[in-house]
């Protein structure tokens, strides 16, 4: 198992206030009432549910990563009584296949995909949700398709800008986490490592199974590290999981070595974003202070550019939705936004 020192993130050594009995939580857990599959081209299919209301006011669930994938926690956001849920598998991902595939594979064709699946339910506008790498393709969907979206709500927003990518990646949250960036570190030779993004790329994209494989674990890893206030042994062992691993990593740093196949900081600028606000969408921005997988520094940003969306900063938080502070601000979100059409 790829990580170090485990009693360092024993719960007894948690000094903060345990959390409010007043924070919102998940609704009931629920089960799909539809599911299938979309070949969205030649390659690709991609695996969808919907759960919730069968005619309440549609809403799609924007997995992170990317490279992620679902799970039925995703479907727990959403009041089952007013909502009508979509979650998918973008791309590669989860149960779409062809699994940790590459071709065809980039922000502008699971935007497409979106629009695909709205077209496939006959829906006319609906909600987005997206945190994290979800965060960017809910930006990148509603400034290509604004007429489309009825409400944004995100969390731990990320735009993959240079900054950010050098920040988690190459030299920032290193220093706040260096027990974990030691094993992140460790299998890239020392002459590689000026760009550890590049270093990744020909592992997780080269013919040797076993240092593939490798590669995926501690790049996942790293990820599942970090995206805690405490870190969580549980979300470590997933990046042990081939399957998802390999996915996950593989996906994720083919979009991060191309830069999204955007400009660096496209999403930011104010003309882009001018096209969500003249649309009069509403939209809410949830941020853990003390997320170092998308620093909130991308949150301020947008929000500057965005006056009109509300911003929460849970002070005690870091990356996860599953954190109670960032979750309690995403249900309220999520619930005040059933009177949005």
Same mark, same amino acid.
């Given at each position: 198992?790829?990580?170090?020192?485990?009693?360092?993130?024993?719960?007894?050594?948690?000094?903060?206030?345990?959390?409010?009995?007043?924070?919102?939580?998940?609704?009931?857990?629920?089960?799909?009432?539809?599911?299938?599959?979309?070949?969205?081209?030649?390659?690709?299919?991609?695996?969808?549910?919907?759960?919730?209301?069968?005619?309440?006011?549609?809403?799609?669930?924007?997995?992170?990563?990317?490279?992620?994938?679902?799970?039925?926690?995703?479907?727990?956001?959403?009041?089952?009584?007013?909502?009508?849920?979509?979650?998918?598998?973008?791309?590669?991902?989860?149960?779409?296949?062809?699994?940790? @595939?590459?071709?065809? &594979?980039? +922000?502008?064709? #699971?935007?497409? /995909?979106? $629009?695909? *699946?709205?077209?496939?339910?006959?829906?006319?506008?609906?909600?987005?949700?997206?945190?994290?790498?979800?965060?960017?393709?809910?930006?990148?969907?509603?400034?290509?398709?604004?007429?489309?979206?009825?409400?944004?709500?995100?969390?731990?927003?990320?735009?993959?800008?240079?900054?950010?990518?050098?920040?988690?990646?190459?030299?920032?949250?290193?220093?706040?986490?260096?027990?974990?960036?030691?094993?992140?570190?460790?299998?890239?030779?020392?002459?590689?490592?000026?760009?550890?993004?590049?270093?990744?790329?020909?592992?997780?994209?080269?013919?040797?199974?076993?240092?593939?494989?490798?590669?995926?674990?501690?790049? @996942?890893?790293?990820? &599942?590290? +970090?995206?805690? #206030?405490?870190? /969580?042994? $549980?979300? *470590?062992?997933?990046?042990?999981?081939?399957?998802?691993?390999?996915?996950?990593?593989?996906?994720?740093?083919?979009?991060?070595?191309?830069?999204?196949?955007?400009?660096?900081?496209?999403?930011?600028?104010?003309?882009?974003?001018?096209?969500?606000?003249?649309?009069?969408?509403?939209?809410?921005?949830?941020?853990?202070?003390?997320?170092?997988?998308?620093?909130?520094?991308?949150?301020?940003?947008?929000?500057?550019?965005?006056?009109?969306?509300?911003?929460?900063?849970?002070?005690?938080?870091?990356?996860?939705?599953?954190?109670?502070?960032?979750?309690?601000?995403?249900?309220?979100?999520?619930?005040?936004?059933? @009177?949005?059409?």
């Amino acid at each position: 198992m790829s990580t170090a020192n485990l009693e360092l993130y024993d719960e007894n050594l948690r000094s903060l206030q345990a959390p409010k009995s007043s924070l919102r939580d998940f609704y009931p857990k629920i089960e799909p009432y539809d599911s299938g599959m979309l070949q969205v081209d030649a390659t690709h299919s991609i695996s969808w549910e919907w759960s919730g209301k069968v005619d309440g006011w549609p809403v799609v669930f924007l997995h992170g990563g990317p490279g992620g994938g679902t799970s039925g926690d995703d479907r727990r956001w959403f009041d089952p009584s007013h909502y009508r849920v979509l979650t998918f598998d973008q791309r590669g991902a989860g149960k779409s296949t062809p699994s940790a @595939s590459l071709e065809n &594979n980039t +922000t502008w064709h #699971l935007v497409a /995909d979106i $629009e695909k *699946l709205r077209e496939k339910f006959g829906i006319e506008r609906w909600h987005v949700f997206g945190g994290s790498w979800g965060s960017t393709l809910s930006l990148a969907y509603a400034q290509t398709h604004p007429e489309r979206v009825s409400a944004l709500i995100l969390r731990g927003i990320f735009t993959l800008r240079k900054s950010e990518l050098d920040f988690f990646y190459q030299n920032g949250a290193s220093h706040i986490f260096p027990e974990q960036w030691d094993l992140y570190e460790e299998i890239i030779p020392e002459e590689e490592r000026g760009d550890f993004v590049k270093a990744y790329n020909k592992r997780l994209t080269g013919s040797d199974e076993q240092a593939k494989l490798l590669a995926a674990q501690r790049w @996942s890893g790293w990820e &599942n590290a +970090t995206c805690r #206030l405490y870190v /969580d042994g $549980e979300q *470590l062992k997933k990046g042990e999981e081939d399957k998802w691993a390999l996915a996950f990593a593989r996906i994720e740093n083919h979009y991060f070595i191309n830069k999204g196949w955007m400009e660096d900081g496209q999403l930011l600028k104010a003309e882009n974003v001018k096209k969500i606000r003249d649309a009069g969408i509403p939209g809410v921005i949830v941020q853990g202070r003390y997320d170092v997988v998308c620093p909130a520094k991308s949150a301020w940003d947008l929000h500057k550019v965005w006056p009109e969306a509300e911003l929460h900063v849970v002070p005690d938080a870091g990356h996860s939705a599953k954190e109670r502070g960032i979750r309690h601000h995403l249900i309220e979100a999520c619930d005040k936004f059933r @009177s949005a059409k």
